[in-house]
């Protein structure tokens, strides 16, 4: 569960912007939209969030910091000393374009609240440091900061790591590496849950890339994934009555399934998978079955048939699964691309419908701004991404303002009163 997200000096990102994800403690609708955290003195915290702003405002480069922050704790400790570490700087400001960018996360795993974050530069992670409340209140597990006037760092490590290990660890992490990563590399059990946070919890779709179908159609090999799948999309209209999964090696060997068409396109797509084993190459084709209208008979229409939208709620389907079910956190960039407004609610209302202990949470993107008079959404669930003069991005929540029960957000954000719109003057003018 993700509670808080800031970032600073990260591309177009100048001074601390934070995310927060917890629930407006005055607001009184819609209250399936939030979920107990099962942490003591925690609010509730939202299970979805809409982020507005015009285009070049800096919403997707929120995206990308948080999938900065993913792979590089994924990955940092793979790397060699000297390598740069792929940082952007705000570069429209002279004092920031040297600064350290800095990046901080409040979560909850397995129960346990945490506050990690780290500052570096292309050359040094500079500060790191981690806060662990197991008991409610906080504990400094580690915290090292690099003193650029000695050019030593200093260390602190909490008693509760072996002096052996904690040493070895300290002392194996390069300066352009985290000691997060570097530790449950080592085998640091202690760690661990905090690394598979980023590993298995989060899930971020980068901007302005396709989303890959890869994840759904490794699901739809297998039976049960399948029905769920079709269901996902007969909520949607989509009126599918089985996914053909036609699989082969590059030999051309058809291993079809679900009464596959071994005569299907090399244009359809394709997933290819490497077999260790025998070092062959799998290519798997997808196909929805539909019947004729006149006949009832079945029939498999090719892949590059379907509508980008369809080919789209096709690739959504398995990650969006996954996230309720395994109570995930997915960023999404301009989740509407491609999708009609109704289908884009009926996405939402997936996750807001979850019951029980389901701790999913959606974050996104969106031009969508009919969402913003749909019912089914809290007003603490709306934010802005807007330039301010210095063209920094901030973030804002649209309860900043005076947004009562009757206020018609998407009358009043079209018409400026929120700000995070475009400015267009007439092409004379320019």
């Known amino acids: 569960m993700l509670v808080e997200f800031s970032v600073t000096n990260y591309l177009s990102f100048c001074e601390t912007q934070i995310l927060g994800l917890t629930a407006g403690s005055t607001l009184d609708e819609y209250p399936e939209n939030a979920f107990d955290a099962g942490v003591a003195r925690m609010p509730p915290l939202l299970k979805s969030m809409v982020v507005y702003g015009a285009n070049a405002s800096g919403k997707s480069n929120l995206i990308r910091a948080i999938k900065f922050v993913q792979e590089f704790v994924l990955n940092s400790a793979k790397g060699q000393e000297g390598d740069p570490i792929p940082i952007t700087p705000f570069r429209l400001s002279a004092r920031s374009a040297n600064a350290p960018s800095v990046f901080e996360l409040t979560f909850v795993q397995n129960g346990v609240r945490y506050q990690y974050g780290f500052a570096a530069t292309r050359e040094r992670v500079q500060h790191e440091w981690l806060l662990a409340y197991p008991k409610g209140r906080a504990q400094r597990w580690f915290e090292r900061y690099f003193d650029p006037m000695s050019g030593e760092e200093e260390w602190h490590l909490h008693r509760s790591f072996l002096s052996s290990a904690r040493n070895t660890w300290r002392d194996m992490t390069r300066s352009n590496a985290l000691f997060l990563s570097t530790a449950v590399q080592l085998n640091s059990e202690e760690l661990r849950p905090v690394f598979d946070w980023f590993a298995k919890k989060l899930y971020v779709l980068p901007p302005h890339s396709d989303i890959s179908m890869d994840f759904t159609t490794h699901q739809v090999k297998k039976p049960e994934q399948r029905e769920k799948v079709m269901a996902f999309l007969n909520h949607a209209d989509l009126n599918i009555q089985n996914i053909l999964v036609n699989r082969r090696t590059a030999d051309g060997a058809d291993g079809s399934e679900s009464g596959g068409d071994p005569n299907y396109l090399n244009t359809l797509h394709a997933l290819l998978k490497k077999k260790l084993e025998d070092w062959e190459w799998e290519i798997i084709d997808i196909q929805f079955e539909r019947t004729t209208h006149d006949t009832g008979e079945p029939i498999a229409l090719p892949w590059n048939t379907e509508s980008q939208g369809t080919q789209k709620l096709f690739a ?64 603490d669930q709306y934010w802005m991404a807007q330039k301010n003069d210095h063209r920094c991005t901030t973030l804002y929540p649209v309860t900043r303002f005076n947004v009562g029960k009757s206020v018609p957000l998407q009358k009043r954000y079209l018409a400026g009163d929120y700000g995070a719109i475009p400015t267009i003057r007439r092409f004379g003018d320019l």
């Not at 956190?329 to 979850?354: P, R, Y």
């Open 316 to 379: 959504l389907a398995g990650p969006w699964i996954d996230m309720m079910e395994n109570d995930r956190i997915l960023f999404i960039d301009e989740m509407d691309t491609s999708l009609h407004h109704n289908l884009v609610q009926f996405l939402f209302g997936l996750v807001h419908a979850q019951e029980g202990i389901s701790r999913s949470q959606l974050i996104c993107t969106t031009h969508d701004t009919a969402l913003l008079s749909s019912d089914g959404f809290r007003r």
